[in-house]
């Protein structure tokens, strides 16, 4: 067994995901060297470096030549893992080309650039699961258009709406973190100005105009130029903190309400495959919504800490850099192991028209009392049709009986020839619901 290492025992959110592979300290110490290589192509493309600088330096690159617990613990000296790994990379470079390694950088260039690579390879991953997420979302919506249910406010029966109503909604949400993630992931920038943010090594080292360099060094990353060095002006992790945040969020809002609609006592929903339980042979618990729920609780914490570091000092702050690292890694983990269960939680989810119709039944029609509100005010007046609708709501509580019959039991004349089954059956008033699950599911 390895020595202490994270094997994500106590996140199983993440354990397993692509997203954790693509956060891995392996993969980090991929994205440092593949910074490091893409600036020595950089300056080679311009010039600056000989041609063979640039094969010398990517064939060294070899992650599997690099231990990342030895890098980790020789990082302690400088305070960041660029210094250990530079120097390391260098050697293995050689004498002849060794020199072009790193050269004009500094360690904030490479770790920033490194974190957007990070950053974007695992969006890309977020994003393919979350587009599947919106599909499964969709043909749910589209199967359950005119399934009615219970719309809930406040916890508490309210009027009905139906279920593609709702899972249109979850896909909307899904869809609105979409269109965030993709926006930002096309803006994520390489970092390059030097010690400083000034480019001065590069004009010692020849650059007639060093301001090329950044945009050269972009190009090699695939990721986008930066008018500035960002240094200091932190919103690309700013973006990132929105962005993730806000895919955690939309993703925990359908596991809320799948968790509560998988309740035993209402069982509207239930997860394909639940998860068992150590003591209790009958259960089978709606997991994957329980670790879509945690990482959209965590979420916005690990948001707020990259939101802190905006306030960076200086021309390169201390700490406030080192301050992002791990939340930022965890946020990519957290919202990239959500969008995993996402998918698993939506394409097979179970959907209980029957329990949807019993709980519509729960309140024996008391469920539709607004509609019954405006459909008798115009026949027996507003302050009657009231002061009817209060005394047959306390009896159908009190006997148990439909508020349908107790209304017909009353036989008035102005209600001859009413649909009173009708009026008072809750499947019979969605109101706008399937034309609005219709117009929901136009979006693309």
């Known amino acids: 067994m390895t020595a202490d290492c994270d094997t994500g025992l106590l ?37 600056l470096a000989p041609e063979g600088a640039g094969p010398a330096v990517a064939a060294a690159a070899d992650a599997a030549r690099f231990d990342p617990r030895d890098l980790a613990l020789r990082a302690r000296e400088g305070g960041n893992p660029v210094i250990p790994l530079v120097a390391d990379l260098t050697a293995a470079v050689g004498e002849e080309y060794g020199p072009y390694v790193h050269r004009g950088a500094t360690s904030q260039d490479i770790v920033d650039t490194a974190m957007m690579l990070v950053a974007v390879r695992t969006l890309d991953l977020v994003l393919a699961d979350l587009g599947r997420t919106a599909q499964a979302l969709a043909r749910t919506a589209a199967d359950h258009r005119d399934t009615a249910m219970p719309g809930r ?8 709406t139906t279920f593609g109503l709702k899972a249109a909604g979850w896909r909307a949400l899904v869809l609105d973190a979409r269109d965030r993630v993709r926006a930002v992931r096309g803006t994520l920038p390489a970092q390059l100005g030097g010690a400083a943010g000034t480019l001065a090594a590069f004009t010692a080292y020849g650059a007639d105009d060093a301001t090329a360099l950044p945009a050269a060094y972009a190009r090699e990353l695939g990721l986008a130029a930066s008018e500035l060095p960002w240094h200091t002006l932190r919103t690309p992790v700013a973006d990132l903190a929105g962005c993730l945040a806000f895919a955690a969020g939309a993703l925990g809002r359908v596991a809320a309400d799948v968790l509560t609609l998988s309740r035993t006592e209402i069982a509207e929903l239930a997860e394909g495959s639940g998860g068992g339980s150590s003591a209790m042979p009958h259960k089978a618990n709606p997991v994957r919504s329980t670790l879509i729920a945690a990482a959209a609780r965590r979420a916005p914490h690990l948001a707020a800490a990259l939101y802190a570091s905006m306030t960076a000092g200086d021309e390169r702050p201390a700490g406030a850099w080192h301050a992002e690292w791990e939340p930022l890694r965890d946020l990519l983990r957290l ?11 939506t394409e097979g989810l179970k959907v209980h028209a029957g329990a949807m119709r019993r709980n519509l039944d729960t309140t024996h029609g008391l469920v539709v009392s607004e509609r019954l509100s405006a459909e008798l005010a115009p026949l027996l007046g507003r302050a009657r049709a009231k002061s009817l609708l209060t005394e047959l709501a306390r009896r159908t509580y009190a006997e148990g009986r439909p508020l349908g019959e107790l209304l017909a039991e009353e036989d008035l004349p102005e209600l001859a020839g009413v649909d009173l089954a009708g009026l008072t059956d809750p499947a019979l008033y969605t109101g706008s619901a399937p034309t609005l699950t219709d117009r929901a599911l136009e979006r693309r």
């Open 11 to 47: 996140a199983p959110g993440r354990a397993g995901s692509p997203a954790e592979a693509a956060t891995g300290d392996a993969a980090l110490l991929r994205a440092l060297l593949d910074a490091e290589a893409a600036l020595t192509r950089a300056q080679v493309s311009l010039g």
């Open 153 to 160: 406010t406040l916890t508490q029966h309210a009027v009905p």
């Open 335 to 345: 919202v990239g192991g959500a969008a995993r269960d996402a998918v698993e939680l």
